[in-house]
């Protein structure tokens, strides 16, 4: 190729890239070949967690580029895991199937322990600091809330319709749950007491709490997506998109509860003003190879420093840098 066409080349990639608004990320590293069924990734940024089809649960130590585990559900001939998430502290995982769940140590990489849920599937859980508690949200409507220490088990009926997305304080204490009964509750895992009721036009699919206990997150199918006061329950901001419907598949505040950075099934990593529900700006992960359409589900992602970290559906840890 002469020295023209290469240098017509780059002004043409440039212009593509230009036009349709993408940023590039910094840099890209593969955790799994064909894609992954899920993952997460520490508050930190220092660990993901992946479940793909060739390489089962692996645990990746970002900050050193390097496998650190590989798990495996017992029994299990074929990887079902489709949920996989950290405690807070980063201390634990807590990997589920349709009807298990198992928690693992990150230190030293043992199973703690496999746990059987044969009433209804598991639609999503949450695990709290040093592993103490789990929550999860089923099929059937019910949340339940476990002391894994103790073995006490408290069960929330406040759902009639099924649960799409549970998470839970570091501490254990509080709970915020969502479903298709178009309605969130944030509640004390001690008493089963609602503290907050947060109704929507649709099915609730998303919730978050901020981990400094300012805010809380509840988002449905369709147009409403909002912050609000963890303490008086009030509105805080909604998210101002004009798309007609935004869903998410995953979602975290950051910066000490500052922004709130969200990812979506159609490539979309967003950063938001959560005082304002204004957007920041934006990113679209890179697609699965060869996937047609081009397309990946954004799984997880934080932020270190003034850095987004992010891994996908493609089975890609990418690395975002902010705009000065």
């Not at 030293?108 to 859980?125: L, V």
Request: include cysteine.
């Amino acid at each position: 190729m002469t020295k023209g066409a290469i240098f017509l080349s780059v002004i043409s990639a440039i212009l593509l890239t230009a036009c349709s608004g993408e940023q590039l990320s910094a840099t890209k590293i593969e955790h799994a070949v064909e894609g992954a069924y899920a993952a997460d990734i520490s508050a930190d940024g220092q660990y993901s967690v992946i479940s793909s089809i060739h390489h089962g649960i692996s645990l990746w130590d970002n900050k050193k580029n390097a496998l650190k585990y590989q798990w495996s559900h017992q029994g299990s001939e074929q990887n079902q895991v489709f949920l996989t998430r950290f405690s807070d502290d980063a201390s634990h995982v807590v990997t589920a199937t349709s009807n298990e769940f198992a928690i693992w140590d990150v230190a030293t990489g043992e199973a703690k322990g496999f746990y059987q849920i044969p009433e209804s599937n598991i639609r999503d859980i949450a695990i709290s600091a040093q592993a103490r508690y789990v929550l999860y949200g089923l099929a059937t409507g019910k949340v339940v809330h476990i002391d894994l220490n103790t073995g006490r088990r408290l069960e929330f009926l406040g759902h009639t319709e099924k649960i799409n997305a549970v998470d839970m304080s570091a501490n254990g204490h509080y709970a915020l749950t969502g479903g298709n009964d178009y309605t969130a509750y944030f509640w004390d895992t001690r008493t089963a007491q609602v503290l907050h009721r947060f109704n929507h036009p649709s099915r609730v699919t998303m919730v978050k709490l901020e981990r400094e206990g300012k805010y809380l997150f509840t988002a449905d199918n369709q147009k409403q997506a909002s912050i609000w006061d963890m303490r008086t329950g009030q509105a805080v901001s909604r998210l101002d998109y004009l798309a007609r419907q935004e869903i998410f598949s995953s979602v975290r505040f950051v910066n000490q509860g500052d922004y709130l950075l969200t990812g979506s099934p159609s490539r979309v990593l967003a950063l938001w003003d959560s005082k304002t529900g204004k957007q920041i700006q934006k990113w679209r992960v890179s697609p699965r190879k060869n996937s047609r359409p081009k397309s990946a589900v954004v799984y997880s992602a934080t932020m270190v420093g003034e850095q987004i970290l992010s891994e996908s559906s493609a089975g890609l840890l990418e690395t975002w840098n902010m705009n000065k």
